[in-house]
């Protein structure tokens, strides 16, 4: 929701797994006492699901959340495509990073956010995690989470 400009309160920083905020621990922390969700531990992911608290919560900020809709949508639909830590760090790490390289260049190529990745996680300088990454810049383009300028080269530039 932060990436589609929702002002969430997270901010986001550069961190050795994936982007990192601070204040998402609290969060949790928040929803959990709040009884909005519950954490269950799937292996290496931890997995929220939603609360008793969900459905009176939901009512009462049905005019914000109605608001929000298609940003929610479109987050839902993100989330539902990670499959694990893994992927979530590496989809995060992409959308991340676009924002970095265009506030600094107003604009971004992907090759060029392929190389800021590579330069802040330096352990994926290897070609079955850079042809994993160049996918993921590809689907979150598909996908409309990022718009960057398009080279044909790309895949093959990458090797």
């Known amino acids: 929701m932060t990436e589609l400009g929702t002002e969430t309160g997270f901010k986001f920083q550069q961190g050795s797994y994936g982007p990192f ?26 997995a929220l699901k939603v609360d008793v ?4 919560y939901l009512e009462k900020y049905s005019t914000i ?47 060029e956010l392929f190389d800021y990745i590579l330069d802040w996680k330096k352990s994926w300088n290897k070609e079955d995690k850079k042809e994993s990454v160049s996918s993921t810049i590809r689907n979150l383009e598909i996908l409309d989470w990022l718009r960057l300028s398009y080279n044909d080269n790309f895949s093959q530039q990458i090797n």
């Open 21 to 46: 905020s601070d204040n998402i621990k609290d969060a949790l922390n928040y929803f959990s006492n709040s009884n909005l969700i519950q954490e269950e531990q799937l292996g290496r992911m931890m």
């Open 53 to 56: 608290a969900y459905d009176s």
């Open 65 to 111: 959340i109605e608001k929000r809709k298609k940003s929610i949508v479109k987050t839902v639909d993100l989330f539902s495509r990670i499959k694990s830590t893994d992927q979530a760090e590496e989809v995060t790490t992409v959308l991340f990073a676009s924002r970095r390289v265009k506030e600094k260049k107003g604009t971004a190529t992907e090759q």
